[in-house]
């Protein structure tokens, strides 16, 4: 088992939906969790980050963190084609000791 | 601010070449990551650097692959000798705390011919 599993998609929503994109991870303590943004041929770009249960806005954003299920998810509302890319969740332990990335999900906004 | 820089950007270069990957991470950050990305693999962490000290390098593929951090503002990644299978995107990251998110350099794009 994958310590960050993510959909790899790809995942098409039309403009102006809400895309949800989902995470889970196994390790039950982890403390931080991150999602980045990253367009083809580009780095990875942090967008979100989130560190308690519940939901934590940013614009169009939004993190859902549920610690008891062990999964993290976004939520991007009004969705542009220019939110097409891959989006990668990170997860890290809760001694800043392991660092886990997803192996991401494509997101593809059609006009 | 200066985010984080690596160099070169591309490098192409033949099988049992020495390649020599660097980084500058942003000023202030005490942890330092390299990663590689592949269609096939996803990202990888290879190892990271606290305080300029290696901590886990356990991601590092083999005796091939080597990282130094000398100082806080400097790291390189040495690939000796290089194998096509080693073409891939290099990413050096760098976070101002272990909990904190890191940002991550623009990459090098190396393939092994």
């Known amino acids: 088992q994958k310590e960050v599993e993510q959909n790899s998609g790809p995942l098409s929503v039309p403009e102006g939906a809400i895309a949800s994109l989902n995470c889970t991870y196994s390790?039950?303590?982890?403390?931080?969790f991150f999602w980045y943004r990253q367009y083809s041929g580009k780095s990875p770009e942090l967008i979100m980050s989130?560190?308690?249960?519940g939901d934590k806005e940013d614009g169009r954003f939004t993190a859902q963190l549920n610690k008891a299920s062990q999964y993290v998810s976004l939520l991007i509302r009004d969705s542009q084609p220019s939110d097409s890319a891959t989006y990668l969740c990170?997860?890290?332990?809760?001694?800043?000791?392991?660092?886990?990335f997803g192996s991401g999900t494509k997101l593809n906004v059609k006009p | 601010d200066a985010g984080v820089i690596q160099s070169p950007r591309h490098e192409v270069t033949e099988m049992g070449q020495e390649v020599t990957l660097r980084c500058k991470p942003i000023?202030?950050?005490?942890?330092l990551f390299w990663y590689r990305q592949t269609m096939m693999r996803g990202l990888e962490l290879l190892i990271y650097?606290?305080?300029?000290?290696?901590?886990?390098d356990s991601g590092m593929p083999e005796d091939r692959f080597s990282a130094k951090m000398p100082n806080a503002s400097f790291s390189t990644l040495k690939i000796q000798p290089s194998e096509p299978r080693d073409s891939a995107v290099y990413f050096c990251?760098?976070?101002?705390?272990?909990?904190?998110?890191?940002?991550f350099g623009d990459g090098t794009r190396l393939s092994i011919l």
């Open positions: 990251a760098s976070s101002f705390r272990g909990g904190e998110p890191q940002h």
């Open positions: 390790d039950r303590v982890s403390q931080s």
């Open positions: 989130i560190y308690s249960n």
């Open positions: 990170a997860v890290i332990s809760d001694n800043f000791n392991k660092f886990y």
């Open positions: 000023s202030g950050h005490d942890y």
């Open positions: 650097f606290n305080n300029n000290v290696p901590i886990d």
